[in-house]
């Protein structure tokens, strides 16, 4: 298996094409990039921003340049010597614009007689055999079922802009017009269409998380992923891409299976998966070269946050909610929210298979069903392996809800064996409500230190120890020395940097606190803690726009979903939120903010290059984000998806390849730092093949981390702030193999031995020393 010293991700649209990005590989290359990364590029829903609603396996999306952008780009990174990574959907296809998915709109056109009807995870005992598509509005559902703008346009239904087959031999017998008779052809379909609401409770495709736009594929039926892997197939046979990273593969019903044929149409190609792992867990031995990194994100971050600051914000976010909270409590509750609401639709399927293979189903099996939904400790299980995970589930259920006790014992056995078709499908939605309870609102309720709420990341464990850190890291390099490692992605809730603003909190809790106190006579009343997490995201992100900050605070506060919602929108409490963010932006409270931020400047520009350094020097495969190598100040999407302004990263590159990084020039700094890795795992490889700790001596030594890869030592400064309070390095010592060693961000040269931190990080808080030679 051929494998990358590094990735480069890139965002594919139609603003930023597959040609335009042949275009940036001279540049990325330059940087030291082995492969360029991409976003999904099959045929998209017409407008798609992101890629992950395919419609057509059979072709790259036309607006992304097509085929012969692909052709081009790839020719490209030959003449480079670079690889292609693409991203791959296989888990479901976009169905919003039914006319644009030709499996779709065939099995809305002939139902169960369609030759896809078996590519789709469909439940046709729901509704008499026909396809509910909750898509009708409020405004036009009649009390007499009889749907409003439904219309006749030759052969299709149309419902707004929503286009609909009319099977053979159901239109009209004469030139109709009508909405009675647009309603009476639409009676005699293969679906039926409902009000939005009704996909929470009576959908019956399998769907991505809630989406009900994102139909789930059966991509375990052979004939259906050759059928879906059509175009894929043809990028390996024609040697157009070298390694692929697979979205979602919790939502598939055999990862494991799936990731063998991929292996046997790629021939053994690099692939990795987007797997969250949870602390302690283990990902399983697949066919994979790993995880795409949010598990090595999670460590950076937290062995750069100051584990004493733990029990203060704890008192801070209990004294702004009246209460202190409990994690785990807390995402009990709201996993235990989605499973009766927005991913009811899956319990009561998954209670259905449940009673169709045992007629002495307990009367409240659904119940237990969502019960032990909620307290699933990991996304899900892959029989037998994760057996033990449900057992937890079941005593968690105990405690919550003793009165299902009998029940989940009943349960059990079903659910733990591989033959159900129950306890294979248990699996496929407990990732599902675990990523929409905890990521997508959870998350947003928690505001202790939110540079810790983050994907594959659990925001109850507060900080990592150096010597776990380096635990850690020596199993990765000899069980994963090809996973991803990353510091942002298109998913992340918060930036990088933004992210290393924010764990300056740990090191002045008291002086957030103040500042804290002083915006809250500006904050909504009802949730003071809210206010705190949206606070928090203000610095983070600082200097931000108003727009954008505006569209972060509605969006977390619906994802939170506590005051307003996006299914029902609390006007008046938006508008407190907007006008605190107003508050922030102008006068005392922007004066406020920049002193506070002026206070913590100097850890911030540390913590942004020592995070840099840690994921890009780690064991496995870095992988840097769309334009993060100068800043990565973004929050949640699509504000980190914005345009890329290549023209001053091309200068700041520029600069990098001759001029030695200061501090005080930060995105410079940061730079030169991307380069100068990236550059050297790539053409000096043999000194990245192994993993060693470097233990600093003396009385500043536990502000360095230190590691040595088998040749390349990289040092990065912890909690840089305590370490400016006691007076800088002194005299900590850092034991340097013999011979002569040059620090390549600052180009500086140094003596084996015993090397003083205060002269090697002199002008920088993080080194990155090679051999002369």
């Not at 540049?27 to 609603?53: C, K, N, Q, R, T």
């Not at 994802?559 to 407190?576: F, K, L, N, Q």
């Not at 002193?595 to 100097?602: G, I, L, Q, T």
């Not at 100068?676 to 470097?694: H, I, N, P």
Request: proline share 5%.
């Amino acid at each position: 298996m051929r494998a990358p010293s590094s990735t480069y991700r890139l965002q594919i649209t139609a603003e930023q094409t597959l040609f335009d990005a042949a275009a940036r590989l001279e540049a990325l290359h330059d940087l030291g990039v082995d492969w360029v990364y991409l976003s999904p590029i099959l045929a998209a829903e017409p407008g798609s921003s992101h890629g992950y609603d395919v419609v057509a396996h059979d072709r790259v999306d036309a607006s992304r340049g097509g085929p012969e952008g692909l052709a081009a780009l790839s020719a490209e990174a030959r003449r480079l010597g670079m690889g292609v990574l693409v991203d791959i959907v296989p888990n479901h296809v976009g169905v919003a614009t039914p006319e644009q998915n030709a499996w779709w709109w065939d099995v809305l056109q002939h139902g169960r007689e369609s030759a896809y009807a078996d590519a789709f995870d469909v439940d046709w005992t729901q509704h008499d055999g026909r396809i509910l598509l909750p898509i009708v509005g409020d405004d036009d559902l009649g009390d007499d079922g009889r749907i409003a703008n439904l219309t006749i346009d030759g052969d299709v239904l149309r419902y707004w802009d929503t286009a609909l087959p009319i099977a053979p031999g159901t239109g009209p017998r004469h030139d109709a017009t009508t909405a009675d008779d647009a309603n009476a052809v639409l009676a005699r379909q293969h679906y039926l269409l409902g009000h939005w609401q009704r996909g929470d409770d009576e959908l019956a495709y399998r769907r991505f998380f809630a989406v009900t736009t994102l139909a789930a594929i059966r991509v375990e039926d052979r004939a259906v992923f050759d059928a879906s892997h059509v175009e894929i197939r043809r990028w390996f046979d024609e040697g157009l891409v070298d390694g692929l990273r697979v979205d979602h593969p919790d939502g598939l019903r055999d990862p494991e299976g799936y990731l063998r044929d991929l292996a046997d149409l790629t021939d053994g190609a690099y692939v990795l998966v987007e797997k969250i792992l949870e602390p302690g867990e283990e990902l399983p031995a697949w066919p994979t070269a790993g995880t795409t990194g949010y598990d090595a994100l999670a460590l950076v971050d937290r062995v750069l946050t100051d584990p004493t600051a733990e029990q203060a914000l704890d008192a801070i976010d209990a004294r702004l909610r009246g209460l202190p909270i409990d994690w785990h409590a807390l995402i009990h509750q709201t996993k235990r929210g989605i499973a009766d609401t927005i991913l009811h639709a899956e319990v009561l399927r998954l209670e259905r298979e449940v009673r169709a293979a045992h007629d002495d189903a307990p009367e409240d099996t659904a119940d237990a069903i969502a019960e032990l939904l909620a307290c699933f400790p990991v996304y899900r299980s892959y029989l037998p392996q994760g057996a033990e995970h449900l057992q937890h589930a079941a005593d968690q259920s105990a405690h919550w809800r003793p009165d299902l006790t009998e029940t989940v014992a009943w349960l059990l056995p079903i659910l733990l064996d591989p033959s159900e078709e129950a306890a294979r499908r248990f699996q496929q939605t407990s990732g599902m409500v675990m990523a929409k309870g905890v990521e997508d609102t959870a998350f947003y309720r928690y505001g202790r230190l939110t540079s810790l709420n983050e994907v594959g990341g659990d925001p109850s464990v507060f900080a990592t120890a150096p010597i776990d850190f380096h635990a850690a890291m020596a199993r990765r390099q000899g069980q994963w020395p090809h996973a991803m490692t990353t510091l942002s992605t298109h998913d992340t809730k918060r930036g990088e940097d933004v992210r290393a603003r924010i764990s300056t909190i740990a090191e002045v809790p008291h002086e957030w606190d103040a500042l804290l106190e002083r915006m809250l006579a500006h904050a909504p009343l009802r949730d003071r803690a809210f206010s705190n997490l949206l606070l928090q995201a203000v610095v983070g992100a600082w200097p931000a726009s108003r727009d954008r900050l505006h569209a972060y605070a509605e969006k977390a506060a619906r994802e939170a979903d506590a005051r307003t919602h996006w299914t029902d929108p609390d006007e008046s409490y938006e508008d407190a939120l907007s006008s605190f963010v107003d508050a922030c932006l102008e006068g005392e409270g922007r004066a406020a903010i920049e002193a506070f931020v002026d206070s913590v400047d100097a850890g911030w520009r540390s913590n942004v290059l020592s995070a840099k350094l840690l994921a890009l020097a780690m064991p496995g495969v870095p992988d840097v984000y769309q334009g993060s190598e100068v800043r990565e100040l973004s929050l949640v999407d699509p504000d980190n998806r914005r345009a890329i302004d290549w023209v001053e990263a091309d200068a700041l590159r520029a600069r990098a390849a001759t001029e030695p990084a200061h501090v005080d020039d930060l995105e410079h700094a940061k730079v030169r730092l991307v380069r100068e890795t990236l550059r050297l795992r790539r053409d000096r490889g043999e000194l990245w093949a192994s993993y060693a700790q470097v233990m600093a001596r003396g009385e500043a030594s536990d502000h360095a981390l230190a590691f040595d890869r088998g040749g390349a030592i990289a040092v990065v400064t912890r909690l840089p702030l305590g370490l400016e309070r006691r007076g800088g390095w002194g005299e900590t010592l850092l034991p340097v193999p013999e011979g002569r060693w040059v620090e390549l961000l600052s180009g500086r040269a140094f003596d084996g031995g015993s090397v003083r931190l205060a002269d090697l990080l002199r002008d920088l808080p993080v080194a990155l020393l090679a051999p002369a030679d």
